[in-house]
């Protein structure tokens, strides 16, 4: 009777772990893992330099909006997000294919979307929707094919000219903007058909700095006090006279950063 009773349990809690979808906490991958079936993406995942992930056909990840405008200094967006330094295997098939989206009602934005910062991805068969950015290659490489970016802000974003793309066979719609390339990147035009994008379909930002034509006083004149590069700026910070930007500045949760008057931010 006790075995019959512990069997029925086993099979009782089998099921449930079945049904229920896994949910993902902000955590910091420490081993090669697989995530297949229904996963919720409560919170920021960070999968790091050595360890991969690897997401089986037919999985489906919904990620939360997020409830705060929380920035750790380990992630690089408010919103919930996946950021690779390691590596993503992402590889669906027409018959299965893999799907990011929002848990909430779908709007663009809903949560930050996957982030390759020095990392390598290869998505296959992949749909990837409701994202501030559906794809963004900070540093590293992407191989991307037949994927649809739709129904986020951006759909593909390649910053900096270290930065490798390559694939075929995608198609970027719905989005503000379809493809947006600066700092350098190559160019990735021909990977994807881009067309019905709301906004622009592709938009290119160019390495020199923008000046007005008449400009209220001579930025040259001002001395440098000082230069970033991708910082967390935590406690206060005062900026005065020139600061330079170069990179991804972040100002966490109870810090501040003062801007004095007569300051010139140049990005």
């Known amino acids: 009777m006790r075995f019959a009773t512990k069997t029925i349990l086993s099979l009782v809690v089998l099921a449930l772990f079945l049904v229920v979808p896994h949910r993902s906490q902000a955590a910091v991958l420490t081993a090669d893992t697989v995530w297949k079936g229904n996963i919720s993406l409560t919170e920021d995942i960070l999968v790091p330099a050595g360890v991969t992930l690897t997401i089986t056909p037919g999985t489906v990840i919904r990620a939360s909006i997020a409830e705060s405008s929380k920035t750790d200094p380990e992630y690089l967006s408010p919103l919930v997000e996946l950021t690779v330094r390691g590596a993503l295997r992402a590889e669906g ?17 809903s949560w930050a979307g996957i982030l390759i910062d020095g990392g390598t991805a290869s998505l296959r068969a992949c749909r990837i929707e409701s994202a501030e950015t559906a794809v963004h290659l900070i ?39 379809g493809l947006v ?24 930002i160019p390495r020199s700095q923008y000046r007005p034509e008449s400009e209220p006083f001579r930025i040259g004149e001002q001395p440098v006090s000082r230069r970033y590069g991708d910082e967390v700026l935590n406690g206060e910070t005062v900026w005065r006279e020139r600061v330079v930007v170069n990179g ?20």
């Open 139 to 177: 540093a590293g490489s992407v191989e991307l094919n037949d994927t649809t970016l739709a129904g986020n802000r951006y759909g593909l974003v390649l910053q900096g000219k270290e930065t490798a793309i390559r694939g075929a066979g995608n198609l970027f719609t719905d989005n503000d903007y």
């Open 93 to 109: 098939s027409p018959q299965a294919q893999i799907v990011f989206t929002s848990a909430g009602e779908g709007k663009a934005s």
């Open 181 to 204: 390339t600066f700092k350098g990147a190559p160019a990735g035009t021909g990977i994807a058909k881009i067309s019905d994008n709301r906004k622009k379909n592709s938009l290119a």
């Open 248 to 267: 991804l500045v972040r100002v966490p949760e109870g810090s501040r950063l003062v801007i004095l008057p007569g300051t010139v931010v140049e990005f």
